[in-house]
């Protein structure tokens, strides 16, 4: 049985859905477990993921959070995170203690493989396992968190959770205390905070877990990631991809979106309930504006799309959607 955990609150439903069923479908001989933690969750929310498990014979759990908990932790008015970015945390708390481990996944994913190897990872001594972040080796990161930088930096949207260890040293309460004492330091929210509070006792894991989009770029000078074969890992993850994640503001659901696996999010969202829902915009006024004015000089060729700034990931996308395809035979 592999464990898998998903937070978020109402306005993530759809991208819930959409990576669950990715996850059901590229992982369909694997006995999949979902744990959902949300705050207020709709019954029609529940019930429109609890279809997608059913018909993918998956179980699915629902739990509540208290949000009160962490109110006070700071998150912009304009960011595109919310504060279920930081549910995750408590985990280890919510979950039933018989849980020992648990596959964490933000709701900005895709699954596009089996996750048998990912989830057979011994993390027995280590708080868990984690991709590397594109500022891996960034001194001003370490600097700014308080702890030696060649313990590395790592992103939080893929966590093997090692809840025993968890449990045991107090982390939940620990990363608590850090947001709660050093807010302005948590430019990256939670991810800041397990960072600082996890170093050291991270296990690193191959990045074709959690591609991030700066990965993709044909230029990836801007990465701070100084050992060779961590860098190589992340530009040749979409050469094998497991776990897509898309970053940053350039989400699949809005127009703005030049990550190349877009076209593959929309392929899983298609499969799913909300197949006609219309894409939103990203901003509004004179950003959209100048966005729609720089889409048609691109399409003349008067300036450079921004998509070309990416390598082109089209034989995989139809690879893994044959895949699928042949997966699911006439359910399709």
């Not at 702890?147 to 260890?165: E, K, V």
């Not at 392929?267 to 048609?296: A, D, S, Y």
Request: with cysteine; proline share 3%; aromatic share 12%.
């Amino acid at each position: 049985m592999i464990d898998i955990a998903l937070c978020f609150d109402n306005n993530f439903v759809m991208q819930a859905g959409v990576f669950i069923t990715s996850l059901l479908m590229t992982n369909d001989a694997e006995a999949i477990s979902m744990h959902i933690v949300s705050d207020n969750l709709s019954e029609e929310s529940r019930l429109s993921l609890m279809r997608i498990t059913q018909q993918f014979h998956a179980q699915i759990s629902f739990y509540e959070f208290d949000i009160d908990k962490i109110s006070s932790f700071p998150i912009g008015a304009k960011n595109h995170l919310s504060l279920a970015t930081y549910y995750r945390i408590l985990l280890p708390e919510i979950v039933p203690p018989a849980l020992h481990k648990v596959l964490y996944v933000d709701c900005d994913m895709l699954a596009v493989d089996s996750l048998e190897e990912l989830w057979n990872t011994d993390v027995s001594s280590y708080s868990c396992a984690a991709c590397a972040d594109m500022f891996y080796d960034d001194q001003s990161i370490g600097a700014r968190l308080g702890y030696d930088i060649r313990m590395h930096y790592f992103n939080a949207g893929m966590l093997l959770l090692n809840l025993d260890w968890w449990r045991k040293n107090n982390v939940s309460e620990k990363i608590i205390t850090y947001i709660s004492t050093f807010p302005e330091k948590c430019h990256a929210h939670d991810q800041d905070a397990l960072n600082a509070v996890l170093h050291g006792t991270i296990r690193r894991v191959s990045a074709r877990y959690n591609i991030q989009l700066d990965f993709l770029k044909k230029n990836y000078s801007n990465m701070v990631i100084a050992d060779t074969e961590v860098l190589h890992d992340a530009v040749t993850s979409w050469k094998n991809p497991c776990i897509i994640h898309f970053t940053g503001p350039s989400k699949p659901w809005k127009y703005q979106c030049f990550n190349p696996f877009e076209p593959l999010w929309h392929f899983f969202q298609n499969m799913t309930q909300w197949r006609n829902l219309p894409k939103e915009h990203e901003f509004g006024g004179w950003k959209l504006l100048k966005w729609k004015i720089k889409n048609v000089f691109s399409a003349c060729n008067i300036v450079r799309s921004r998509t070309n700034e990416y390598i082109s990931v089209s034989d995989k996308i139809i690879r893994i959607e044959n895949t699928c395809k042949m997966r699911m035979g006439d359910a399709l």
